[in-house]
């Protein structure tokens, strides 16, 4: 038996998640696989580069889908719908970044990093595992910690969305938006309709591509299920915020008794999570982005006490890094299922 190339189709490539995808699988179990890029529309013939060679986007039809084992799902919803029982009649594993398929029957979220022993992985009736919201994923790995090591009492958190959550589009509306303004100019509205550009939003407009309240119940729900109903209760609140890139969450964290700042630190401090300390400068969008951990801040309530049972917990990350950092990881998981090599 000699080992089989592994063949990997990523379907919306050219999307923000597609390109951030590419880049994930150079690294780990995947390197050496074969990457197939595939898009519609105009992308379709463009040139990426890809494990430094250079290759083009493909067109997307049920023909492409052919011989892959993983099918990641980067692009619209709408292209996932339409394509996906195309890729899952080829056999493939399918990996959905666009959470179009979680409302399907034997589909699953997952974040690997958080549920390995504590909630069942994939089986051979998985259909689909979806790749966790990454705001999903920060809240629980946080409340995971915090519940390993203290008493929790309650959590609330406001999570800060940037443009990029939407994709391109949104981030160029975002962008046109600022020229725009600066300019006197009337603004594009087509994605939000309304003005994000300087603006702080709780919703967008009726005619919005997208919905605040849709990743509020995505990121509530996630949560839960990351954690096997066993994590704190949370309260959220989601706003979008005038930035391009990367997640804040500011989260409140009320414990049953008080400690001192520095244990609910090495509580919190693991391999996924980065403490930055009161000395260095604080976490940012700016520094969250292409970081593959998430970087924490903690301060007591009130501020420079000795012992509280009250803390903030500041959080920034990078939303696309985190995403395909988790769905690659699902893909080593589906990986366990599959047969490892070919009979000569």
Known sequence: MSEKSERIAIAGASSLLGKELAEELQQGAFAAATVVLLDEGEAEGKLEEVADEVTFIQKLEAAAFEGADYVFFC?????????????????????????????????????????????????????????????AIALALIAHRLQSHLKVHSLAATVLLPASEHGRAAMDELHQQTVNLLSFQSQPKEQFDAQIAFNLLPSFGNDAKFSLTTVTTRIRDHYATLGGGQLPELALQVLQVPVFHALGISLFVELNAPIAQDVIESALGCEQIDIVMDEADPPTNLSAAGQPDILARVSSEPPNATQSTRFWVWLTADNLKLATANAVACAQELKKLRPSGTVQ
């Open 75 to 135: 692009g619209s919803p709408a292209m996932t719908k339409e394509n996906a029982a195309h890729a899952r009649a080829t056999g493939a594993a399918i990996i959905d970044l666009t959470y179009e398929l979680e409302s399907e029957r034997a589909s699953l979220v997952r974040a690997p990093m958080l549920q390995e022993g504590i909630t069942p992985g994939p089986d051979l009736d998985t259909r689909a595992v979806i790749s966790a919201h990454p705001a």
